[in-house]
T-cell receptor
Framework: GAVVSQHPSRVICKSGTSVKIECRSL??????MFWYRQFPKQSLMLMAT?????????EQGVEKDKFLINHASLTLSTLTVTSAHPEDSSFYIC???????????FGPGTRLTVL | QQQVKQSPQSLIVQKGGISIINCAYE??????FPWYQQFPGKGPALLIA?????SEKKEGRFTISFNKSAKQFSLHIMDSQPGDSATYFC????????????FGQGTELSVKP
C-alpha cells in the first residue's frame, strides 16, 4: 500500500502555544487528506477533510479557528492546533487518498500532550 | 443512518482459533467497506476491503463476508495468532462523498497462546 508519514510522532507543549503537525504522502499524489483525532480506547473521529488547493471542510463541532488545516500540495497537509489546552491532548492521525477516493492510507499518528 | 455498528467490543480467542467481528450499517448508499488493524500507538493499517458487488473476499487468513440484504459484513481471521492481537475497525464510505469513512466502534482482539 501507499505510504503516509506524519511529523512529529510525539509533541509535548505548554498550554497556550500552537503546534503544527505535518502529513505527507510519500509515493502517491493525495487529492484528499483527512484529519482524525482518537482518544484512548475509542474509535477515530473525523475532524476535517481537505482537498489540495481548497479550504478544508470541518465536521460538526470542530472549531475551524482552533484547528487550522492547510493542504498546499498534493503531498503535504498540515494541521495546526492553535492556543492548545490540556483537553486538546489526543492522538492525531492523518490519512490520504488518491483516485479513486475510497481507499485511505493512514499515517502513524502524532501524540499531542498539552501541559 | 450514517452509523456503522461493530461488535463485539472485545474478543479473546485461543491461538489457532477463528476470530469473527461483525458490523452492520443502515445507509444503502455505502459502496466501500474496509477493515483496519491498529496496534497501540500506531495509525490504522488497511487490512482488507470489499465492495457490495461481491459476497466474500479472501486475502490470506483474512476473509470479509458481505450480506447486502442484511446490511451486514464481517471479518474472519483464520488460524488466529498472538501477533493478530490488535484493535480492529470496520468502516464504510460512499464514493460520492469523497471517500469519507464512517468507522465502527472498534474491537479489541486478544489472541492467547
Amino acid at each position: 500500500g501507499a505510504v503516509v508519514s506524519q511529523h512529529p510522532s510525539r509533541v509535548i507543549c505548554k498550554s497556550g502555544t500552537s503546534v503544527k503537525i505535518e502529513c505527507r504522502s510519500l509515493d502517491f499524489q493525495a487529492t484528499t487528506m483527512f484529519w482524525y483525532r482518537q482518544f484512548p480506547k475509542q474509535s477515530l473521529m473525523l475532524m476535517a477533510t481537505s482537498n489540495e488547493g481548497s479550504k478544508a471542510t470541518y465536521e460538526q463541532g470542530v472549531e475551524k479557528d482552533k484547528f487550522l488545516i492547510n493542504h498546499a500540495s498534493l503531498t503535504l497537509s498540515t494541521l495546526t492546533v492553535t492556543s492548545a489546552h490540556p483537553e486538546d491532548s489526543s492522538f492525531y492521525i492523518c490519512s490520504a487518498s488518491g483516485t479513486p477516493p475510497n481507499e485511505q492510507f493512514f499515517g502513524p499518528g502524532t501524540r499531542l500532550t498539552v501541559l | 443512518q450514517q452509523q456503522v455498528k461493530q461488535s463485539p467490543q472485545s474478543l479473546i480467542v485461543q491461538k489457532g482459533g477463528i476470530s469473527i467481528i461483525n458490523c452492520a450499517y443502515e445507509n444503502t448508499a455505502f459502496d466501500y467497506f474496509p477493515w483496519y488493524q491498529q496496534f497501540p500507538g500506531k495509525g490504522p493499517a488497511l487490512l482488507i476491503a470489499i465492495r457490495p458487488d461481491v459476497s466474500e473476499k479472501k486475502e490470506g487468513r483474512f476473509t470479509i463476508s458481505f450480506n447486502k440484504s442484511a446490511k451486514q459484513f464481517s471479518l474472519h481471521i483464520m488460524d488466529s495468532q498472538p501477533g493478530d492481537s490488535a484493535t480492529y475497525f470496520c468502516a464504510a464510505s460512499m464514493n460520492n462523498q469523497g471517500g469519507k469513512l464512517i468507522f465502527g466502534q472498534g474491537t479489541e482482539l486478544s489472541v492467547k497462546p
